[in-house]
């Protein structure tokens, strides 16, 4: 079990570019978040999705950010003429839908935006 | 919405000795409580999660009270040793399937 894997692990984008972030959850987990982490905000939560449906999107910015889980392999999270407020920690985890659900996180992809 | 405060935001310990770190969150319908480690450039690693029906539970060093009435949740890390050195997060959730509220983080340092 290779864990949820995340790629980039770290992206430098220049002002107004586009970033795209991708996830790989778990084998088999039904479930995958999306979190930002910064040093002011601190850990944040993005959206998520249940059986490649989107279920909550309430912490994502209304502009510039979407996310999408084409299949249940891989989600991504696009991020449009980024800014540098953009610069974080993007974490992404995954939960089965067993259990208590607990959530188990990928290494992050650190975005840096000149 | 639910807001988890946690404290101490830093703490050194020497080598043996305990470490315990405090969340308390507003929500009553919280029903699910975890701690996480986060070391320096990697993601975050579920420690324990316990339920609400769980008032103590212990496991590798590691023990987790949960306090419902006073809506307080420990960690208590017991003979620490250099390795724990990290940032703790607890994380709360009221559903299975929720999004995490995360505590603001402990800086945990472990001298020899």
């Known amino acids: 079990n290779a864990g949820v894997i995340q790629t980039p692990r770290h992206k430098v984008t220049g002002k107004g570019q586009e970033a795209t972030l991708w996830c790989e959850p778990i084998?088999?987990?039904?479930?995958v978040f999306w979190y930002r982490q910064t040093i002011v905000q601190g850990l944040e939560f993005l959206t998520y999705f249940r059986n490649q449906a989107p279920i909550d999107d309430s912490g994502m910015p209304k502009e510039r950010f979407s996310a999408q889980m084409p299949n249940q392999s891989h989600s991504t999270l696009k991020i449009q003429s980024t800014q540098p407020q953009d610069s974080a920690v993007y974490l992404c985890?995954?939960?089965?839908?067993?259990?208590?659900?607990?959530?188990?996180f990928g290494p992050g992809t650190r975005l840096t935006v000149l | 919405g639910e807001q988890v405060e946690q404290r101490p935001p830093h703490l050194s310990v020497r080598e043996g000795d305990s470490a315990i770190i405090i969340c308390t969150y507003t929500d009553s319908a919280t029903a699910y409580f975890s701690w996480y480690k986060q070391e320096a450039g990697a993601g975050l690693q579920l420690l324990m999660s316990v339920l609400s029906n769980v008032d103590r539970k212990e496991e590798q060093g590691l023990t987790v009270l949960l306090n419902k009435k006073d809506k307080r949740l420990s960690l208590n890390l017991t003979a620490a040793h250099p390795g724990d050195s990290a940032v703790y997060f607890c994380?709360?959730?009221?559903?299975?399937?929720?999004?995490?509220?995360f505590g603001a983080g402990t800086r945990l340092a472990v001298c020899p």
């Open positions: 985890a995954s939960s089965s839908g067993t259990g208590n659900g607990e959530q188990y």
């Open positions: 994380a709360v959730r009221s559903g299975s399937f929720n999004k995490l509220t």
């Open positions: 084998s088999g987990h039904s479930a």
